[in-house]
């Protein structure tokens, strides 16, 4: 079936530092793919999405590439702030039918940034 | 601000009790889904509806859970008898139709039930 596979975690890391997580799906086609994040106490916000092969999600200086040829969606952003703190949830999208809406979720990766 | 209801918050029970655990999805979307989320499991998807019926529920353990959607207003979950290992956050999520302005690509998650189960 289909799956979500996260890098593991936590990632700790400075303020204004690089940040990327890895994530690779298995798919029988072409899903779509999600970050979502949760924030403490909250329940997962959609970050960002793309829809089809080599299209680019971006927002709030977060960005992931779909790469078909590797079967991947990494998060990556160039200068984390101590607010991006949280975790960071991969996930995908295919099926008809009953499955239509049904999202398949990766592990989660828990991000810390000190100041 | 259209978003996702939960009640209540914090919920802390006993052993053995019944616990109702309400969301109200945003007006308009017409599938509602239910997670657990624990350290251990993480996120894990329970069942989910779509216009009112009942699309999958394998992952919700069936001797003492229970999910309905009474209206399009209100989903439920129910736990009788609760047990300590159900202690987790619930997560209601509602999406789609791509009609009524909604995509069935994106859920929307309320802000969680914290259940204690002592």
């Known amino acids: 079936g289909d799956s979500v596979t996260q890098m593991e975690g936590p990632v700790t890391l400075s303020e204004e530092a690089f940040l990327t997580i890895n994530c690779t799906y298995t798919a029988t086609g072409y899903p779509s793919l999600f970050w979502y994040v949760q924030y403490p106490g909250e329940g997962l916000q959609l970050l960002l999405k793309a829809t089809k092969a080599d299209d680019k999600g971006s927002n709030k200086g977060f960005e992931a590439t779909y790469r078909k040829e590797t079967t991947s969606f990494h998060l990556e952003k160039g200068s984390v702030q101590v607010s991006d703190s949280a975790v960071y949830f991969c996930a995908l999208h295919f099926g008809g039918g009953t499955s239509y809406g049904k999202l398949t979720f990766g592990q989660g990766t828990i991000l810390t940034v000190h100041p | 601000d259209a978003r996702v209801t939960q009640t209540p918050r914090h919920k802390v029970t006993e052993m053995g009790q019944e616990v109702t655990m309400r969301c109200q999805p945003i007006?308009?979307?017409?599938?509602v889904f239910w997670y657990r989320q624990t350290m251990m499991q993480g996120l894990e998807l329970l069942a989910y509806?779509?216009?009112?019926?009942?699309?999958?529920d394998s992952g919700m353990p069936k001797d003492r859970f229970s999910a309905e959607m009474p209206d399009a207003t209100l989903a439920t979950l129910k736990i009788q008898p609760s047990e300590p290992r159900d202690s987790a956050v619930y997560f209601c999520?509602?999406?789609?139709?791509?009609?009524?302005?909604?995509?069935?690509?994106?859920?929307?998650f309320g802000p969680g039930t914290r259940l204690t189960v002592l």
């Open positions: 999520a509602s999406g789609g139709p791509p009609q009524g302005g909604g995509s069935y690509n994106e859920q929307f």
């Open positions: 509806f779509r216009n009112r019926a009942p699309l999958d």
């Open positions: 007006l308009g979307h017409n599938t």
